[in-house]
T-cell receptor
Framework: KAGVTQTPRYLIKTRGQQVTLSCSPI?????VSWYQQTPGQGLQFLFE???????NKGNFPGRFSGRQFSNSRSEMNVSTLELGDSALYLC????????????FGSGTRLTVV | SQQGEEDPQALSIQEGENATMNCSYK?????LQWYRQNSGRGLVHLIL?????REKHSGRLRVTLDTSKKSSSLLITASRAADTASYFC????????FGKGTRLHILP
C-alpha cells in the first residue's frame, strides 16, 4: 500500500510569506501528526488531528495552524514566515492517535530566506 | 517539551561492533518506541516495547525497558554501514514525543 505522501518535497519562501504543506496518510489511517525538525531542537510536536478534529497542539505560536479533511488528508499552514521557521516538516499517520506505531512521510524541507 | 532524552548524542563505532544507545524519560508511559532516521528523510519505526515488557528482540535489535529507572536502551549487534543513521526514542504522553536522537556512525 502507498506510504505517507508529503508535498512539496522542497520549498523556498521569503520572510513574511505564508506556506501550506500537505500530507496524505496511509489509506485507512485517521490520525495525522506534524513535527518540526531542526538541528538544534530535534523533533518538536506541532499538532495532531484525528477524524478532522485537532486533538493536541504543541507549543508553537498561532502562526502555525493546520486542518484535516474528511479523507484524512491534512494540511499545515505557516503565516508570516520567519527565518527560524526553516526546518524539515514531517508528518506521520497512524490508525488511531498516540498508542499506535507512526508511519512517517519523507518530509518537506522549508527554507526561509 | 521533550519527554525522552537519548544518550550519547553521537556515537562512532567500527563495523561489526555492537552499538548501545540509551533513552531516559520523565513521566509514566504505556509504551516506548524506537525509530531510525536516515539523513534528511522521514523516520522509520524499529520496535515498540510496552510498559509491562522488560526486553524485546527484533533481528539484530534488542530493546530493554526499566520503568523503575524510567530508561530504555537500544542495542544493535554486529553493526553494518547501513546502520549509520540517527536513532530516536519516542514516548506516549497523550501524543508521541521524540527525543533529540543519537547520531550513529559506523566506520568501515
Amino acid at each position: 500500500k502507498a506510504g505517507v505522501t508529503q508535498t512539496p518535497r522542497y520549498l523556498i519562501k521569503t520572510r513574511g510569506q505564508q506556506v501550506t504543506l500537505s500530507c496524505s496518510p496511509i489509506s485507512g489511517h485517521r490520525s495525522v501528526s506534524w513535527y518540526q525538525q531542526t538541528p538544534g531542537q530535534g523533533l518538536q510536536f506541532l499538532f495532531e488531528y484525528f477524524s478532522e478534529t485537532q486533538r493536541n497542539k504543541g507549543n508553537f505560536p498561532g502562526r502555525f495552524s493546520g486542518r484535516q479533511f474528511s479523507n484524512s488528508r491534512s494540511e499545515m499552514n505557516v503565516s508570516t514566515l520567519e527565518l527560524g521557521d526553516s526546518a524539515l516538516y514531517l508528518c506521520a499517520s497512524s490508525l488511531v492517535p498516540a498508542t499506535e506505531i507512526y508511519t512517517f512521510g519523507s518530509g518537506t524541507r522549508l527554507t526561509v530566506v | 517539551s521533550q519527554q525522552g532524552e537519548e544518550d550519547p548524542q553521537a556515537l562512532s563505532i567500527q563495523e561489526g561492533e555492537n552499538a548501545t544507545m540509551n533513552c531516559s524519560y520523565k513521566t509514566s508511559i504505556n509504551n516506548l518506541q524506537w525509530y531510525r532516521q536516515n539523513s534528511g528523510r522521514g523516520l522509520v519505526h524499529l520496535i515498540l516495547i510496552r510498559s509491562n515488557e522488560r526486553e524485546k528482540h527484533s533481528g539484530r535489535l534488542r530493546v530493554t525497558l526499566d520503568t523503575s529507572k524510567k530508561s530504555s536502551s537500544l542495542l544493535i549487534t554486529a553493526s553494518r554501514a547501513a546502520d549509520t543513521a540517527s536513532y530516536f526514542c519516542a514516548t506516549e504522553d497523550d501524543k508521541i514525543i521524540f527525543g533529540k536522537g543519537t547520531r550513529l556512525h559506523i566506520l568501515p
